[in-house]
């Protein structure tokens, strides 16, 4: 992707694409995928994130050299109506002050509380607009986003998105997702022994504290079960949960490498023998494009559990299993016990895991919507 300059007018450059979608990784990692599919097909095409203030933001556009426009844009809360509304409409102004100083000729929103601003101040503007939706339940950007898109595509089959053709894109993986090497190497570059079984634990880019606080409770409870085996844990969070959750593995003797958060994701999923992760829509297609075989433990503060959807493709076909995160240690210990005991022992279980995942057809989604931007532009 291009480095963060203003735009050259003198014809070097052709315009610019916008990213619209923040607030956490499962935000941006798709378009990134796409701004590196767009870079490969047209490079003098930029790539630019209008994104949230929010420091996963930043941290992953730095890491990946994207151009990042942060909004100051807030989720809508029925307790600061008002704080969202002063929000929405000088994110909205400072989207097409952005859109006018960068060129910005196609808009892709990607959903979140950014996305809403953006759009608004895209369709005033005239510019094209595609909507990618990126969860089996559409959430309320992407609903109030379908009815001003001039595209809109899906990821996963989804409901609720009444202008979607129902053709189901697929998933776009950014390359820094998709493993680099054998286990053996990926492991040595993360500091895990390379012989060892290896259990990934990640609640994405925010963490999952239920799940930290789950596993060093489940491991001190089956301590026999990891004299082969070796955890890698991305905890999210603060570099201090980390250090804390370290040190309780340490106590345990069980061997882990403990971090918040891994920018090579492909790294953490090329070095897993077993996962267990939230089922973010993200988390789904990383685990699918790098057939591993994993525990999808949907995020529990959702009401209607709309993770469990993301998840459910993999499961009916055996390719995955899924456990529900009850918010209670001990209660899990049951829900989502029982089932990681059982996979950590049966390697014929994961082994049948990771062929209905390598049966699977894999497609360039990102590529996909990388074609469909560009035969829609508009030079000037």
């Not at 499962?26 to 420091?55: D, E, N, Y």
């Not at 090329?270 to 992760?277: I, M, N, Q, S, V």
């Not at 685990?287 to 075989?293: F, G, I, Q």
């Amino acid at each position: 992707m291009a480095e963060d300059s203003p735009p050259v007018k003198n014809g070097a450059l052709l315009g610019a694409v916008g990213f619209a979608g923040g607030g956490s990784g499962g935000h941006i990692s798709p378009g990134i995928a796409i701004a590196q599919r767009i870079a490969a097909r047209a490079s003098t095409i930029q790539s630019v994130f209008l994104c949230s203030t929010r420091a996963i933001d930043a941290d992953m556009l730095r890491q990946a050299g994207a151009i990042a426009e942060p909004l100051p844009a807030s989720p809508p809360r029925l307790k600061h109506a008002l704080r969202f509304a002063l929000d929405f409409f000088a994110a909205k102004r400072r989207a097409t002050q952005v859109m006018r100083e960068r060129d910005i000729r196609h808009i892709v929103s990607l959903g979140g509380f950014v996305t809403g601003p953006v759009v608004v101040a895209a369709k005033a503007l005239k510019i094209p607009i595609t909507l990618l939706n990126l969860d089996a339940t559409p959430g309320r950007a992407n609903r109030f986003v379908q009815s001003r898109a001039t595209h809109v595509l899906s990821a996963v089959a989804a409901t609720g998105l009444a202008r979607w053709n129902g053709n189901v894109l697929g998933f776009p993986v950014r390359r820094s997702a998709v493993a680099p090497a054998n286990a053996a190497s990926c492991r040595a570059q993360l500091g895990l022994e390379s012989a060892r079984f290896t259990l990934l634990v990640t609640g994405a880019s925010q963490g999952a504290t239920s799940l930290n606080e789950f596993v060093p409770h489940f491991a001190a409870r089956h301590k026999d079960l990891f004299l082969n085996w070796q955890i890698l844990h991305l905890t999210g969070g603060a570099q201090s949960d980390a250090e804390r959750m370290r040190g309780e593995y340490a106590r345990l003797g069980v061997r882990a490498v403990v971090i918040p958060f891994v920018h090579e994701m492909g790294l953490a999923w090329g070095a897993a023998d077993l996962a267990l992760t939230r089922a973010g829509a993200n988390s789904v297609a990383e685990v699918e494009m790098n057939n591993v075989p994993a525990i999808f433990v949907p995020y529990p503060y959702h009401k209607d559990l709309h993770q469990k959807a993301n998840a459910q493709p993999l499961v009916n076909t055996g390719a995955a299993a899924l456990a529900l995160d009850k918010l209670d240690r001990d209660f899990n210990m049951q829900s989502i016990g029982i089932m990681l005991e059982k996979l950590i022992v049966d390697g014929a279980a994961r082994d049948a895991m990771r062929g209905a995942l390598m049966a699977m057809p894999k497609r360039d989604a990102a590529d996909c919507v990388a074609e469909l931007v560009l035969a829609d532009w508009q030079p000037r």
